[in-house]
């Protein structure tokens, strides 16, 4: 199933249902799906939408950046999955008459269990798109190797394998030092109540053979 129109309640029900599972419309890094996406959609979501807001601010802090976002873009209809039906399912199980639900003369005791089963995990999937907002911040590192002669892609890629619950890599690029040393200055969103730098810094110095020191460059609010 496609979005639908973006600009409407049932297109931006759809987007946040799919964004329920997902950090980006496709893959596990911002590229031009989102981009496509984020143009379609043309202004920051309303809160009861938390999932697309999320995504949709996330993607916004990059700016200009966005449009070096790897990919190609395609038509808005290519994008989009049959995830993005849980939504719908569950307004329209709410909706439906219990008596209309059970009340089917054919005593089939073994039916009953079973859609009232799919309307509960419909409902419950509904319950949890609507959660209250989860606070959120965007925070930049910097890493520094121990000299010029640092793998500093090798470095990046090992920054990346961390992974937890509640934190999500973002844009790096590499910074100019001195003496022909470059820092790797890379960005993350994390879930405040999940993650914190403490954790980031104590992580990333478990490579102490390519880092020498990580800093917090800047932390901010979401």
Known sequence: MVFGDLN?????????????TR???EGYQPSQADVVIYEAVN???SAKYENALRWYTHIESFGDERQSFPGQKKSIDQYGSSTSEVSTKASKVEEDDDDDLFGSDSGDEEQTERLRQ????ALDAQR?????PVARSTIVLDVKPW??????????RCVRTITTDGLLWGSSKLVPLAYGIRKLQIGCVV????????????EI??????????????????
């Open 191 to 202: 879930e405040d109540d999940k993650v914190g730098t403490d954790f980031l810094e104590e």
């Open 43 to 45: 202004k920051k979501p």
């Open 118 to 121: 799919e309307r509960q995990a």
């Open 205 to 222: 110095l478990k490579f102490e053979d390519l880092i020498q020191s990580v800093d917090v460059a800047s932390f901010q609010k979401l």
């Open 147 to 156: 000299d010029d002669e640092t793998d500093m892609a090798e470095l990046e």
């Open 23 to 25: 950090s980006y419309v």
């Open 8 to 20: 409407s309640d049932c297109g931006l029900s759809n987007l946040d249902a799919y964004l329920l």
């Open 128 to 132: 949890s798109a609507k959660a209250a």
